[in-house]
């Protein structure tokens, strides 16, 4: 969700996909899990991870999905494989616990710890401390001004960008359009940005703009776009650059029988891949990476910083569309299938090592 830094052009295959067609997390995952296998390392472990176990802290902002669900599930796989000791706090989209269960991890005595998702103005001052204390820090998908810090995100103008490309090639240009998105999360606000240029690119008009954030996201935005679109019924596509708006969104035009309204989204999950190909569903294609592949990724940037050698501030993630063409046709029905059919989803290559037994999902 709320999702830092060199930009990465969207893989060509991005484009050929279009041109075919952002412990405990929350909600459950649907559909089969995520399944994995590991790349021996062959290069011999440096410190710390050459004596036992590392202390590894996660803390987490997870909201509802499967998509959170399978991020952890690869960071807690490549943890396991690296020879981490993870301990997985999730605040579940409650700031003032996230600062807790950060302050009680500074204080927990581990070596590294990986911050997951939050608001800025609530984790920095706690970043800051945990930096002074001479603990690394990693962030995925959140902003922080701390030169110490090593932020990784999704590449989320080329997220938007492949999104929003979808959605012109679905409804042209020069029509009215609906907005689904929440201001203040860091990679929502990347994707909005893209989105308010891609407006005049396109000559559309913002019929209107709702969302919310919760730990039930889908269900409490379906109401908001629903009461849109009764004022807005003209609009010909929405786009909501995060999966569960996508899902909310989905579900108001379903609800409505809005035939004609087209739906693009972001972030790609099991979930999301059942609601894109479900019978005569709007959401007709989405932008992202495999969450189970970035969340492994994640856990290896931090261990290269932990061992010195990852040599950088800043990771990114790149990105792949998929529309509901490709899945239809290919009749893929889970993210297994996509990696089979996708092979960019997998970034084995990011934040790799020969010493580092890579997790692949």
């Given at each position: 969700?709320?999702?830092?830094?060199?930009?990465l052009?969207?893989?060509?295959?991005a484009?050929?996909?279009?041109?075919?067609?952002?412990s405990?997390s929350g909600?459950?995952?649907?559909?089969?899990?995520a399944?994995s296998s590991?790349?021996q390392?062959?290069g011999?472990?440096?410190?710390?991870f050459?004596?036992?176990?590392?202390?590894?802290?996660?803390?987490?902002?997870s909201g509802?999905?499967?998509?959170?669900?399978q991020?952890?599930q690869?960071a807690?796989?490549?943890?396991k494989?690296l020879g981490?000791?993870?301990?997985?706090?999730?605040?579940?989209a409650d700031?003032a616990?996230q600062?807790?269960?950060?302050?009680?991890a500074?204080?927990?005595?581990?070596?590294?710890?990986?911050?997951?998702?939050g608001?800025?103005?609530?984790?920095?001052?706690?970043?800051?401390?945990a930096?002074?204390?001479?603990?690394?820090?990693v962030t995925?998908?959140?902003?922080?001004t701390?030169?110490?810090v090593v932020?990784?995100?999704?590449?989320?103008?080329?997220?938007?960008?492949?999104?929003?490309?979808?959605?012109?090639?679905?409804?042209g240009?020069n029509a009215?359009?609906?907005y689904?998105n929440?201001a203040?999360?860091a990679p929502?606000?990347?994707?909005?940005?893209?989105w308010q240029?891609a407006?005049?690119?396109?000559?559309w008009?913002?019929?209107?703009?709702?969302?919310?954030?919760?730990?039930?996201?889908?269900t409490d935005t379906?109401?908001?776009v629903?009461?849109a679109?009764?004022?807005?019924?003209d609009?010909k596509?929405?786009?909501?650059p995060?999966?569960e708006?996508a899902?909310?969104?989905?579900?108001a035009v379903?609800?409505k029988?809005?035939s004609?309204?087209k739906?693009v989204?972001?972030?790609?999950?099991?979930?999301d891949?059942q609601?894109i190909?479900?019978?005569?569903s709007p959401?007709?294609?989405?932008?992202?990476?495999?969450?189970?592949?970035?969340?492994a990724?994640?856990?290896r940037?931090a261990?290269l910083?932990?061992?010195g050698q990852?040599g950088?501030?800043?990771?990114?993630?790149?990105a792949?569309?998929?529309t509901?063409d490709?899945?239809?046709?290919?009749?893929?029905?889970?993210?297994?299938q996509?990696?089979?059919?996708?092979?960019?989803?997998?970034?084995?290559q990011v934040?790799?090592?020969?010493w580092?037994?890579?997790v692949?999902?």
């Amino acid at each position: 969700m709320s999702r830092l830094a060199s930009v990465l052009a969207v893989p060509a295959l991005a484009l050929v996909l279009l041109a075919t067609a952002c412990s405990q997390s929350g909600g459950g995952a649907t559909g089969p899990q995520a399944t994995s296998s590991v790349a021996q390392a062959t290069g011999p472990r440096p410190a710390p991870f050459d004596h036992g176990a590392v202390p590894v802290a996660l803390v987490r902002q997870s909201g509802a999905g499967d998509y959170f669900e399978q991020w952890g599930q690869g960071a807690k796989a490549q943890a396991k494989a690296l020879g981490i000791d993870l301990s997985v706090y999730d605040a579940q989209a409650d700031n003032a616990r996230q600062a807790t269960d950060l302050s009680t991890a500074i204080n927990s005595g581990v070596r590294a710890i990986i911050v997951d998702h939050g608001f800025p103005a609530t984790l920095e001052p706690l970043i800051d401390q945990a930096v002074g204390k001479g603990i690394t820090v990693v962030t995925y998908d959140v902003d922080t001004t701390n030169s110490k810090v090593v932020t990784t995100s999704q590449n989320d103008a080329d997220i938007a960008t492949a999104a929003i490309g979808a959605l012109a090639t679905a409804i042209g240009k020069n029509a009215p359009v609906g907005y689904v998105n929440v201001a203040g999360y860091a990679p929502l606000d990347r994707r909005d940005a893209v989105w308010q240029r891609a407006l005049g690119d396109n000559g559309w008009t913002q019929a209107f703009k709702v969302g919310k954030v919760t730990d039930s996201t889908a269900t409490d935005t379906v109401p908001l776009v629903s009461a849109a679109l009764t004022q807005h019924g003209d609009v010909k596509g929405i786009f909501a650059p995060y999966d569960e708006l996508a899902k909310g969104a989905t579900l108001a035009v379903q609800n409505k029988r809005l035939s004609g309204v087209k739906v693009v989204g972001a972030d790609i999950s099991n979930a999301d891949i059942q609601a894109i190909t479900a019978a005569d569903s709007p959401w007709v294609a989405t932008a992202g990476t495999d969450p189970s592949a970035v969340g492994a990724a994640v856990v290896r940037t931090a261990a290269l910083q932990l061992a010195g050698q990852l040599g950088k501030q800043s990771v990114q993630f790149p990105a792949v569309a998929v529309t509901r063409d490709l899945l239809v046709s290919k009749q893929i029905q889970n993210l297994d299938q996509l990696r089979a059919a996708v092979p960019a989803l997998a970034l084995g290559q990011v934040s790799a090592a020969d010493w580092i037994p890579v997790v692949a999902h």
